[in-house]
């Protein structure tokens, strides 16, 4: 059995399923994904997300407000604290950096950063980091901030085998999404070959970067079986043994 460690639930197109959250759910069940994780990227749409979920036993959550989010509530520790409590909350975030779609001076998406490297550290509970074109900043504040204290994952990996390395001394994990399937993936498919086989996961960041040969097309957790399929290949093992190690680090990182 597959997990996909990370994609949107509350934002899928569920017009295959009729319309119907739970069909959904269950069919991508009965296509081997045993379990999501459903990432927050606000605070605004966290408790619809939430509420959601809530029935199936088979998907985990995290709370967090993305980098590139500016129309919403700035989250304060307490209001992040607060939220973690929840058992089904396996981590903060997804934050980071994005110098990619925002412009200007960026301090408070470095400092929305730390309070969330600060939360995480004080409960206990690991990071999932998004990082686009801020790859020095982003391992910077991750050291000062002594994120390795608990951890977490790069998801959806875009950068090199050096940018790879750095983050696994610093105590990350490495997850690979569908653009590790691109033609155009030479060094995210490096990388791929190298990360030790307990420090990497795999993800669809569903309902975006649908896997070839879907790419273009709405992205859904069933298809975290064609990055398995593309990572076994790379590495020269089977689908089932990067099913298993995967689901292995997953369960490992957020137990």
Known sequence: MLIDSHCHLDRLDLKPYGGDFGRFVRE?????????????????????????????????????????????VEPSEEQLKALTEDSRVVAVGETGLDYFRSEGELSWQQERFRRHIRVARSVGKPLIIHTREAREDTLRILE??????????????????????????LNFNISFSGIVT???AGQIQEAARKVPADRYLIETDSPYLAPTPHRGKPNYPAYVRRVAEFLAELRGVSTEDVARQSSENYRRLFA
Do not use: K
């Open 28 to 72: 991508t069940h009965e296509s081997g994904v045993s379990h999501m994780l459903c990432v927050a990227i606000n605070l605004e749409s966290y408790p619809a997300m939430r509420q959601l979920v809530a029935p199936y036993d088979g998907i985990s959550v995290s709370v967090g407000v993305h980098p590139n989010e500016t129309s919403g």
């Open 182 to 184: 691109f033609a155009s």
């Open 144 to 169: 000062e901030e002594g994120a390795g204290e608990v951890g977490g994952v790069l998801h959806c990996f875009t950068e090199d085998w050096d940018t790879a390395r750095r983050a696994l001394d």
